[in-house]
C-alpha cells in the first residue's frame, strides 16, 4: 500500500508539473503574440505617417513649383 501511495504521489507530482510547465509556454506564446501585434501596428502607424509626410511634402513642393 506504501509503495502504491508513493507511486500514486510521484505520478500526481508529475501531473501538476506538466499543467504548470503549459501554462507557462501557453502564457509566453500569448505574450509573444501580443508583442508581435504592438510591434506590427506601431510599424504600420509609422508606415501610414510617412505616407502621410512624404505626401505633405509633395503637395509643398508642387504648390512651390506653380
Known amino acids: 500500500m506504501i509503495i502504491v501511495c508513493i507511486i500514486i504521489i510521484i505520478i500526481i507530482i508529475i501531473i501538476i508539473i506538466i499543467i504548470i510547465i503549459i501554462i507557462i509556454i501557453i502564457i509566453i506564446i500569448i505574450i509573444i503574440i501580443i ?8 510599424i504600420i502607424i509609422i508606415i501610414i505617417i510617412i ?4 505626401a505633405e511634402i509633395n503637395n509643398c513642393s508642387y504648390a512651390h513649383m506653380y
Open 35 to 42: 508583442i508581435i501585434i504592438i510591434i506590427t501596428i506601431i
Open 51 to 54: 505616407i502621410h509626410l512624404n
